[in-house]
């Protein structure tokens, strides 16, 4: 094993600098090459690396974002994509590969595994939360709490208002962002993808939890069946007459800002592992966090398993309403 190539693929998450440098020192020390490919799969098909040094990663660990960048690369997903890519790793004699990011990244990975042979290790790096075989994802704790902390500032302003603020949080596919937010931030009801939404029901809900003309938070995961905050808040309208709606799109911010604590722990020691995995002979699978234990599962498993949120937690929350 003399050299391996890593990449950061599909949407940022807060820790995957804390992993690229994980990996790139774990490499150094045990004299490895550690080659990062700028910008996904895009960098391995357009051949665009660079040789990681412990300078480049020295300092990153608290940045956001990824010092390779990311990028949804359409022409990897084609025969004649993945063959430019295979043929650059083998001319810059790759010996392995560690993908990090969410499912299409895996996907990705286990492809190229088969169509080259190359030991794969894919590392989950993904706001969403949404990846099967392990607790948490690299960037969902930080992720998590940019969203409490902008709900707690909505609530200020909604309260001095009197008025109903739906929020809009990411999750396209799945809850975990939403319903865990709604829970700390004391929301008074969530809409996620995986519980089909009345709207007239939850018109009613929240008149009576508002006797007394009082604010209350909605959180909407992106992917809700029902459409996004806005659409929420449109159809809701008709149904609240004498209330005040107003609706907020959180974006972007979610997915910024300094990786905490547990995201950089996290981060280190899945990278750290992986080089692990990958000297030992261990190939073809992902690195999954259990508890405070890290372990492995086959990338086919875990990209042909959906995850989703604990349910139980619906009924705790609708069990904290506050109705008078």
Do not use: W
Not at 112 to 140: C, F, Q, R
Not at 217 to 228: F, K, L, P, S, T
Request: with cysteine; aromatic share 6%; hydrophobic share 40%.
């Amino acid at each position: 094993m003399k050299k391996i190539g890593i990449i950061t693929s599909g949407g940022d998450a807060p820790g995957m600098n804390a992993c690229v440098r994980a990996i790139t020192k774990y490499c150094l020390n045990n004299k490895i090459v550690p080659i990062g490919f700028r910008d996904g799969y895009k960098g391995v098909i357009e051949n665009d690396f660079c040789v990681l040094t412990f300078k480049d990663v020295n300092n990153i660990v608290q940045q956001g974002g990824t010092i390779l960048g990311t990028y949804r690369s359409e022409k990897f997903k084609t025969k004649e994509g993945r063959s430019i890519a295979i043929e650059n790793l083998r001319k810059n004699n790759i010996d392995a590969f560690i993908c990090i990011g969410g499912d299409g990244t895996f996907t990705g990975a286990s492809i190229l595994s088969k169509e080259m042979d190359i030991p794969v290790i894919g590392i989950p790096g993904t706001i969403d939360n949404d990846i099967y075989g392990t607790d948490h994802t690299i960037g969902y704790d930080t992720a998590l709490n940019t969203v409490v902390e902008a709900v707690d500032k909505i609530r200020d302003t909604a309260g001095s208002h009197k008025r109903i603020f739906f929020v809009e949080v990411m999750g396209r596919n799945a809850g975990f962002i939403a319903l865990n937010s709604a829970i700390a931030s004391g929301a008074e009801s969530v809409l996620i993808p995986e519980e089909v939404t009345d709207v007239k029901e939850v018109a009613l809900d929240l008149k009576r939890q508002n006797k007394g003309a009082k604010s209350s938070i909605v959180i909407v995961a992106e992917g809700d069946d029902e459409g996004g905050a806005k659409e929420i808040m449109s159809k809701i309208k008709p149904y609240m007459d004498g209330y005040s709606l107003r609706y907020s799109v959180l974006g972007h911010i979610q997915r910024g800002g300094r990786p905490s604590a547990f995201d950089r722990m996290l981060a280190t020691r899945m990278g750290a592992f992986a080089v692990e995995c990958l000297v030992k002979g261990i190939s073809g699978v992902m690195i999954g966090a259990k508890g405070d234990e890290l372990h492995t599962m086959s990338i086919h498993e875990a990209i042909h398993h959906l995850s989703s949120p604990d349910m139980s937690k619906l009924e705790m929350l609708s069990n904290l309403r506050t109705i008078s």
